[in-house]
Nanobody
């Protein structure tokens, strides 16, 4: 199987920066899109940023110009650099990956989620 392990969350003051990391491991043949989502208390989970295997990116309007998603394909790792953080960015951030899983002589396309990492921005 495949595991996604996130790190880098924490408490930061408004205007500060954090970098999240998400490393995928396991029976991985390849990874298509990798994404970051977030869920604030009482709100639905929302997509923050997405990156294809060719490094094309897409961002939610609320984070454009402040957040940058990038990946290291050799390490099966995706990052989210978050600058100019605002209190409204406070949420649990989740990594998501669209993985081609090696399964014997076949491959299975499966989506995986990380366990989530808390980001808290104080005003």
């Amino acid at each position: 199987q495949v595991q996604l392990v996130e790190s880098g969350g924490g408490l930061v003051q408004a205007g500060g920066s954090l970098r999240l990391s998400c490393a995928a491991s396991g029976s991985i043949r390849s990874i298509n899109n990798m994404s970051w989502y977030r869920q604030a208390p009482g709100k639905q989970r929302e997509m923050v940023a997405d990156i294809t295997s060719g490094s094309s990116t897409h961002y939610a309007d609320s984070v454009k110009g402040r957040f940058t998603i990038f990946r290291d394909n050799a390490r099966n790792t995706v990052y989210l650099q978050m600058n100019s953080l605002k209190p409204e960015d406070t949420a649990v951030y989740y990594c998501h990956a669209d993985v081609i899983v090696a399964s014997g002589f076949t491959s299975l396309r499966t989506a995986f989620w990380g366990q989530g990492t808390q980001v808290t921005v104080s005003s």
